[in-house]
């Protein structure tokens, strides 16, 4: 059986995003011997990235900078020479070779990238995205009608839940080639990892937040929560897990507020045990697409208290597998109040969560995606 030739166009393949852990799952879990693919980033690493071993044999990496450098020496002068050749030549000899797919990972310039640079059969687009609240692609593009268009040549825009889906209708109008996959989840991933060590805790409530220490995740507005709720005498714990642009920032907030509670536990190769160990995830998101720590700590058992984004209730409902709160600071104050007073809450929680986990379907998925590539 001849593979179907697959290329693919991420930012990054280090699994620092949900964007790149959705290939990492995709890629992982699609049948081998049924796929050729080339994976090219924008950029990469040196460190835990190029000589990790994140896909399987039947992928290829390439990548058009480096984003960190050997110490000095030939490897160093050698890695600027690919900076600055890679970029221009690569797309030249894309145009030379022809797949049956090729993707875009998401909006905005990796979509033009795609749109103009490859030659495909089928050409697919990924968003991940809620456009109506975060259009940071607009910066990209002349116009909303030259993104549109260009969002328009691909076969299929593929949608990471209907929520985002709506929101392009919102923002761009009709769209036919709108489609909806759920992302991937591996759970059997997450059965290998998260008993893998034991997490020491205390007795008192544990709340565990995962995710990029930016602007986006709402952890500022989160500090600003634990702030209240230790005015108001509660006794719990917060373990923020993730690193990112907005650490030092989130450190002197947690020094000026006197947060003892708080801890910033920095990136994490394997999240699951603290997930596994936590009372309650805690979502602060500003905007999302997906969110898939929601999925994966619903997987270990564990319920979440979120704000309202994209693709949230399409998981939880209103309310029932998981509290979903409005997106703003009183909201999610108001709902971590009522979990610390009512204890009988986490049982009850725990029970539906379980319910839920039969909704994370691997393999459904996996079908579904295949489906359109």
Known sequence: MKKKKLFIYIHQCILKGGVEKVFYNLLNNLPQEQYEITVLSHIAYLTDDIHAELYPQNVHR????????????????LQRVHNFLMPRLYPIWLRFRRFDTAIAAQEGKYARFVDENLRADRKLLWIHNDMERCHWTAREFSSLEEEKNCYLRFDKVV????????????????MKNLH???????????????DLFPVER???????????????????RLLRICRRLNRQGFDYRLWIIGDGEERKKLEAEISKGGLENVRLLGQKGNVFPYMKAADWLVCSSRHEGFNMVLYEAAWCGTPAITTDNAGTREFLGDSQYG??????????YEAMCRVLSNPELLPRYR??????????????????????L
């Open 62 to 77: 390439r990548w058009l900078y480096y984003d960190e450098f050997a110490p000095g020496g030939i490897r160093r002068f």
């Open 159 to 174: 949608c990471v839940s209907h929520s985002v889906a709506d929101s392009m209708a919102k923002v761009f109008g009709e």
């Open 180 to 194: 909806v996959c759920y992302n991937p989840i591996d759970t059997a991933e997450i059965d290998r990892k998260m």
């Open 202 to 220: 205390e007795v008192v409530p544990l709340f565990v937040a995962v995710g990029r220490l930016a602007e986006q995740k709402g952890f500022d």
């Open 323 to 332: 509290i979903v709160t409005d997106n703003d600071e009183d909201a999610l």
């Open 351 to 372: 029970a539906a969560v379980q319910e839920r986990r039969s909704f994370i379907d691997l393999p459904g998925r996996i079908r579904a995606i295949c489906d359109v």
